[in-house]
């Protein structure tokens, strides 16, 4: 018998059959698989009984079953060593698909760190080109995906126009708050985010599950001193704790933290880490509200451990260095990942701004899968 292909091929027979193309095996119409692995005899064999130039025949034992593999697409395939990186993750959705910034790169390349006006300049287009060219399009969705925000201005200042950007690369989610939220001074305000107070480095939302993933903010009338827009890269400080202080950086990982949002219609209840990782340990996601964070009920020890951790990580969150400030003006439509990308506000003066009133944002949520299949398909076209 012929070396099977885990041997020539580099791939374990189960995992080629389980691959196979062929109109048995696969949908000719819609790409799916047609064969359950349990169809698949335990533990086959395989020969490669013929190679062509550009691709390569399997028969595979018991069933005889043959299947034709291109070699582009098994190159393109091809699996790790076993002493790979580890950190090679390959999730897209992960640290390892982004490029991990600060405010203040203090002299890093591209791949530690992006200084405040490159990425306050790579990410922005015009909403007329946007709409226009798929160029341009790409490029801030692209930001969005790559470094957790991007933003267009010229965007009409006006009601609903939030939801119009969120339409031109998925769908809106709707929660609770509506289509579209207001945040804006108001008379009776039942969140923090309804005054003229600053507002701390947080995740919207921490209190769902799952938690929306993108959030788009529209300026429609900017305050007349204050109320500026700060960003945080969750996942560059998230790398930081770990870096200076693993064994915070282990507690905040391995600690579910509580959540709620309780009003007269509303009851929502959400425990996750604060710092979420992928089944390698690469980081995922980082949830942090410290105003629907709700007791920590653990052990003495444990608890004491949690907020001692939660102390060092939210220091590090507010160092300048991580700290990008943007002001928006009427028009700009910030987009940003809500998994990744803390958000913050600068205290304000209630009162008109730019002469047509209080400072007025409309926004929305969305959701980072209908995003990247959008960019995906731009970049197929």
């Excluded at 070396?3 to 062929?22: E, I």
């Amino acid at each position: 018998m012929a070396s099977p292909p885990t041997q020539a091929l580099g791939f374990p027979a189960v995992w080629l059959r389980h691959n196979c193309a062929c109109p048995d095996c696969r949908d000719p119409v819609t790409g799916q698989r047609l064969v359950e692995i349990t169809q698949i005899s335990n533990g086959p064999w395989a020969t490669v009984t013929a190679e062509f130039a550009d691709s390569i025949e399997v028969t595979f034992a018991p069933d005889g079953h043959r299947s034709v593999f291109s070699r582009a697409w098994l190159a393109a395939s091809a699996l790790p060593d076993a002493d790979a990186d580890a950190d090679a993750d390959g999730d897209a959705r992960t640290e390892d698909g982004k490029v991990l910034w600060r405010a203040a790169s203090l002299g890093a390349g591209p791949a530690e760190g992006l200084s405040l006006t490159e990425l306050a300049t790579v990410p922005a287009a015009d909403w007329a080109a946007y709409l226009a060219d798929d160029v341009a399009r790409v490029s801030v969705l692209d930001a969005v995906a790559r470094y957790g925000a991007g933003l267009l201005r010229g965007v009409p200042a006006a009601d609903g126009m939030v939801t119009a950007v969120a339409e031109t690369f998925g769908y809106v989610r709707e929660t609770n708050y509506g289509r579209i939220f207001d945040v804006r001074v108001v008379a009776d305000p039942a969140n923090l985010a309804f005054t003229s107070r600053a507002i701390a480095p947080h995740t919207d939302n921490p209190y769902r599950d799952p938690a929306p993933t993108l959030q788009l903010l529209h300026c429609l009338r900017d305050a007349s001193a204050g109320g500026d827009t700060v960003l945080v890269d969750g996942f560059a400080a998230a790398a930081a704790l770990r870096a200076c202080d693993p064994v915070s950086f282990g507690v905040l990982t391995g600690t579910s933290i509580p959540f709620s949002y309780v009003d007269k219609e509303t009851s929502l209840t959400a425990c996750q880490p604060l710092i979420a990782l992928n089944p390698r340990g690469r980081i995922a996601g980082v949830r942090l509200n410290d105003r629907s964070m709700q007791p920590v009920r653990l052990p003495y020890a444990e608890a004491e451990a949690v907020y001692a951790a939660y102390r060092v990580w939210s220091a590090m969150i507010a160092q300048p260095e991580f700290a990008l400030g943007l002001r928006l003006a009427p028009g700009d439509c910030l987009i940003f990942d809500n998994t990744r990308i803390l958000h913050a506000r600068t205290a304000f003066a209630p009162g008109p701004g730019s002469g047509s009133g209080e400072r007025h944002l409309q926004g929305c949520y969305a959701d980072l899968d209908g995003l990247l299949s959008t960019l995906a398909v731009l970049r197929r076209a």
